[in-house]
């Protein structure tokens, strides 16, 4: 099967924007590729790993004669760049992202690009790593691609679109916007409002100092540290962009701990075994849908380290 795109460009060249760059040299070498970032300090370092044949110093020269432009740059930075790129775009070139809340981003694409293809999508992969030398061919490798086209949405486009994240080994999933954003309130962006939360409260304690929190760090507790290590910039804009599907997941959230912390109080084992239970059952399931490892450290000692 022939490429579904001859030439790919991608703006925002940290971990998933260099991990795209990597997956498309690997699995579909016969696709023109182009890259480049805001900062001259990737743009160099990213000249020196080679992440693609082309890096110049303007991002609009970085998509001219592109025919998909993948803007791999935080939320809340989608608008600038997409009005950074708009000189150099063919239009027909079709624009996506890797964002990981939609509807803000389909909106702030398609004011800063009027009358160009845009089908916004998610691959829900990554690693608390960040930069270009992050980036792993395999990244997203039997992980999940979320699109969400816009209601008139060319069927075709969606089709090619689809066609590129499979090649790259992702499974591709369609939903809008809107449903996109709450179901990731609740499985990605409370989990890392939680982690930042517990390892920020871990860290103030005055009765414990900040090296027995290292020093006696349980295995719960790493793996917040873990979560907790992403992007600053990049989840700041996420939960800005998202923040009615987060404040609400957080209001949910919020009483099933006091329906916990009532448990405690009055000693209801029963109630604390029957959530435990239900919970382990979700946490198979997600091993058994392949998108993460049983093994020790969740096999984590993959990829250098990384695993998303």
Known sequence: MSAPFRHVAVIGLG?????????????LPEVETSGWDASFD???????????????????????GADLVILCVPVGAMGEAARTI???????????????????????????????SVIPAHPVAGTEHSGPDSGFASLFRNRWCIMTPPENADEALVAKLAAFWEALGARVERMTAGHHDLVLAVTSHLPHLIAYTIVGTASDLEDVTESEVIKYSAGGFRDFTRIAASDPTMWRDVFLS??????????????????????????DGEK???????????????????????????GRADHNGAKA
Do not use: H
């Open 42 to 64: 990737v743009r160099e370092r990213a000249r020196v790993i080679a992440l693609a044949p082309a890096i110049p110093d303007l991002a609009a020269e970085a998509v001219r």
């Open 242 to 267: 998202n923040k009615d599907a987060v404040l609400e997941m957080l209001q949910r959230f919020s009483e099933d701990l006091t329906a916990l912390q009532r448990a405690i109080r009055w000693d």
């Open 86 to 116: 708009a000189p150099g775009l063919d239009p027909k070139a079709l624009v996506s992202d890797v964002g990981s809340s939609k509807a803000s981003v389909a909106k702030a694409l398609a004011e800063a690009l009027p009358g160009q």
């Open 272 to 298: 604390l075994f029957d959530l435990f239970t239900r919970t382990r059952a979700i946490r198979r399931s997600i091993i058994e849908e392949g998108q993460d490892d049983a093994r020790a450290d969740f």
């Open 15 to 27: 971990l998933l924007g260099s991990s795209i760059l990597r997956a498309v040299g690997e699995l």
